[in-house]
């Protein structure tokens, strides 16, 4: 079953929502539209997987109700530079799965999307699952995203007037290959999120006990920036390596992944089986 809807978010405008397959419901915010041929091969040089929404969607909706918005997407088209607050990106969430008639429902979101996964499982008790991608819920690194994030908004405002020619070399894991495309408000509206976010103190997070929760993400995840962004270091698969124990210990599923960076780790053939699996096992 393939159907449609639309949800009003925090800032009054509508994002698209499709909805495949029956059973519990889960929200992937995923892309399902597909990318441009010459955009898709950019993308499996730089080691992306441009085919991860429509595979993602069509192997959980074999189980799941699986409620599909680009979230991601829909704020790049439309941004909301002084408003993308933790408690907003909760509000739009909510707001998704309220036009799409889930009452209860399972989230999975891959970086910062999981960072906005963890912000909804603490201010609602409608998620019956939790699966953070790319973003450890202990000692994520708020502090170092603001560095970057505000590195990329001093970048986008000063090429205000000039117009971004895509890398024509582009290796994996080298970040600083790809200029930055994005507008002024586009990036702020990151810098709002992550400057709202430098007094969370993830250690205390009030995440339900009995909530299911998956977190993983590549142990070769850390992505280092030139100078040009600060050089600034993003620690993800660390922490979470670090903190695997007492992540357990709290309730918390736990998968490092050896020989994942944070690009490959978030290709439907790694994300896939992995979440099927976990899903299979709640009840």
């Given at each position: 079953?393939?159907?449609?809807?639309?949800?009003?978010?925090?800032?009054?405008?509508?994002?698209?929502?499709?909805?495949?397959?029956?059973?519990?419901?889960?929200?992937?915010?995923?892309?399902?539209?597909?990318?441009?041929?010459?955009?898709?091969?950019?993308?499996?040089?730089?080691?992306?997987?441009?085919?991860?929404?429509?595979?993602?969607?069509?192997?959980?909706?074999?189980?799941?109700?699986?409620?599909?918005?680009?979230?991601?997407?829909?704020?790049?088209?439309?941004?909301?530079?002084?408003?993308?607050?933790?408690?907003?990106?909760?509000?739009?969430?909510?707001?998704?799965?309220?036009?799409?008639?889930?009452?209860?429902?399972?989230?999975?979101?891959?970086?910062?999307?999981?960072?906005?996964?963890?912000?909804?499982?603490?201010?609602?008790?409608?998620?019956?699952?939790?699966?953070?991608?790319?973003y450890p819920p202990l000692d994520g690194p708020y502090e170092s995203m603001l560095a970057v994030t505000r590195a990329a908004h001093s970048m986008a405002a000063?090429?205000?007037?000039?117009?971004?020619?895509?890398?024509?070399?582009?290796?994996?894991?080298?970040?600083?290959?790809?200029?930055?495309?994005?507008?002024?408000?586009?990036?702020?509206?990151?810098?709002?999120?992550?400057?709202?976010?430098?007094?969370?103190?993830?250690?205390?997070?009030?995440?339900?006990?009995?909530?299911?929760?998956?977190?993983?993400?590549?142990?070769?995840?850390?992505?280092?920036?030139?100078?040009?962004?600060?050089?600034?270091?993003?620690?993800?698969?660390?922490?979470?390596?670090?903190?695997?124990?007492s992540l357990i210990e709290a309730g918390w599923d736990v998968q490092v992944l050896p020989g994942h960076d944070h690009i490959s780790a978030m290709h439907s053939s790694v994300v896939l089986p992995l979440l099927t699996d976990w899903l299979q096992g709640i009840?």
């Amino acid at each position: 079953m393939i159907d449609s809807a639309g949800a009003v978010l925090h800032d009054g405008t509508t994002i698209p929502i499709t909805i495949q397959g029956n059973g519990r419901a889960l929200m992937v915010p995923v892309r399902l539209t597909p990318y441009l041929p010459e955009e898709a091969d950019t993308m499996r040089r730089w080691g992306a997987d441009p085919d991860l929404g429509p595979n993602l969607v069509k192997g959980l909706a074999r189980s799941h109700r699986v409620i599909v918005a680009d979230y991601e997407g829909h704020r790049m088209a439309h941004p909301a530079p002084d408003t993308l607050s933790p408690l907003n990106v909760t509000a739009d969430l909510l707001a998704i799965a309220d036009a799409a008639d889930a009452e209860a429902f399972a989230y999975y979101g891959y970086s910062w999307l999981a960072l906005c996964g963890l912000q909804l499982a603490i201010r609602t008790d409608r998620l019956w699952a939790l699966a953070m991608g790319g973003y450890p819920p202990l000692d994520g690194p708020y502090e170092s995203m603001l560095a970057v994030t505000r590195a990329a908004h001093s970048m986008a405002a000063q090429s205000a007037n000039q117009v971004p020619s895509p890398a024509s070399d582009v290796e994996p894991g080298d970040w600083d290959s790809i200029p930055v495309q994005t507008n002024e408000a586009q990036t702020r509206q990151f810098v709002t999120l992550y400057e709202a976010l430098q007094d969370f103190d993830d250690s205390s997070a009030l995440v339900p006990r009995d909530l299911p929760r998956l977190a993983f993400a590549g142990a070769e995840d850390r992505i280092e920036y030139g100078p040009e962004w600060g050089s600034v270091h993003v620690k993800i698969g660390e922490p979470l390596a670090l903190h695997k124990q007492s992540l357990i210990e709290a309730g918390w599923d736990v998968q490092v992944l050896p020989g994942h960076d944070h690009i490959s780790a978030m290709h439907s053939s790694v994300v896939l089986p992995l979440l099927t699996d976990w899903l299979q096992g709640i009840r």
